[in-house]
């Protein structure tokens, strides 16, 4: 089955003397974790957190006798779920009643006509789906590259298998969230029509690459990985303290693959492949290995010698591409980056407030009293963001690379004019060493993906 995807659809980090602590300690762990076969697949809701309830830990209190949104947005899925499935039936739509649900619907398919623009408004979106951006999203974008047909896949199986992904984001985080996942797919889809990328990608590349962006943060508890440590979380005890949520999120994936049986009808071996290709793209998602990427796409480039060509060069792209998705949201325009930021610094804070609460130890970037959005977003893009995308706009040399660039500088500006005290320093020349020492904290932990 997979010989058929063969054909082509055309269509160094430099620290501060005080950084290289805390980014030492951010990609010392730079354990390669091995593809595995015979695991067990982790089952929804299977495993209650321990200690702390990170189903409600992001949660707002609602008055007494009012309707849960979720219950809400549950029925308008429902309502669509049955247009879609008499639609899909050939039955004609009998009972009108759903007026205002339609015409948001049809301004959600406007939108997904311009699905490619780098100025998507995702925010818009989720809201015009009433909180599905991630299903329509990626279900539009599986059916416009033909991969529904081409890999004979169920639509029911799909519809459901999106709906079970959506589910286990937890909404109640205010970034990693099913919003999140779909701001990532939408940004891979860009990537995926770059030229170089679409005249060598196959088929099964752009499902893998799909797939692999609206699951890279399935069922994220809103904490990083030194929480679920230090807080001795059965997540940390289970992988070891190595890579603890990407393999999470990736055996996650794997088990809503499983209990769907969206590919069951490929050989054994071919879904093997999948689930373990689809691991290798999640993985790669994992800061603390951060290093170890970027030297190997420089080293790449330096030497002229990817061959997209060659199968393993094609997924090393495609995990370049998945990491770059995963942190651009520095390099989308000031109106949607702004609220990204936003939205991460309060789960940041958040936890830290938890941390309190608990006498734990703060975790870098959580402290609301030693950090603010704009220096936790500076240092962020010095670090993390900068030094990717300008590798990757050696690889990419493109319209689009040059836009993700110019937003990137642009949005970096717009933070430095409200951290008055950072540039003031900087256009002296003198540095204050108690500032310095608290600065590489803010840098500890990337906005996308704070789970290292």
Partial sequence: MLAVTNKTIKSSFV??????????????????????????????????????DFRTLHSRAESAGSIPARRIRRLFSFQRHL????????????????????????????????????????????RLTNGNSLVFLTFHLLSQYGLIELFQLDMVKVRRFLVLVQEDYHNQNPYHNAVHAADVTQAMHCYLRE????????????????????THDLDHPGVNQPFLIKTNHYLAALYRNTSVLENHHWRSAVGLLRETELFSH?????????????????LATDISRQNEYLSRFRTHLDENDLNLGNASHRHFVLQMALKCADICNPCRPW?????????????????????????????????????????????FMTYVVEPLFAEWARFSDTRLSQTMLGHLGLNKASWSTMEPEASGSSE??????????EEPSSRALTQGSPES
Wanted: proline share 5%; aromatic share 8%.
């Fill in 15 to 52: 620290f501060t003397p005080g950084a290289c602590v805390i980014f030492k300690q951010l990609f010392s762990r730079d354990v390669r974790v091995r593809s595995q076969v015979g695991f067990e697949p982790e089952r929804r809701g299977s495993h209650p957190y321990l200690g702390v």
């Fill in 83 to 126: 247009l879609s499935s008499r639609l899909l039936r050939g039955a004609p739509h009998l009972n009108p009643l759903h007026i205002l649900d339609e015409d948001y619907c049809g301004q959600a398919k406007c939108m997904l006509e311009k699905v490619g623009s780098w100025n998507f408004d995702i925010f818009l979106f989720d």
């Fill in 195 to 214: 030229p170089k990328l679409a005249q060598s990608l196959t088929s099964f590349d752009i499902l893998l690459g799909l797939l692999a962006a609206a």
């Fill in 266 to 282: 490929l050989p054994a071996e071919d879904s093997l492949s999948i689930e373990r290709q689809l691991g290798s793209l999640i």
């Fill in 335 to 379: 109106e949607l980056s702004k609220q990204w930021s936003e939205k991460v610094t309060e789960e940041f804070f958040h936890q830290g407030d938890i941390e309190k609460k608990l006498k734990l130890e703060i975790s870098p970037l959580c402290d609301s009293e030693a950090n603010t959005i704009a220096s936790v977003q500076i240092g």
């Fill in 428 to 437: 002296d020349g003198e540095s204050d060493p108690a500032r310095s020492s």
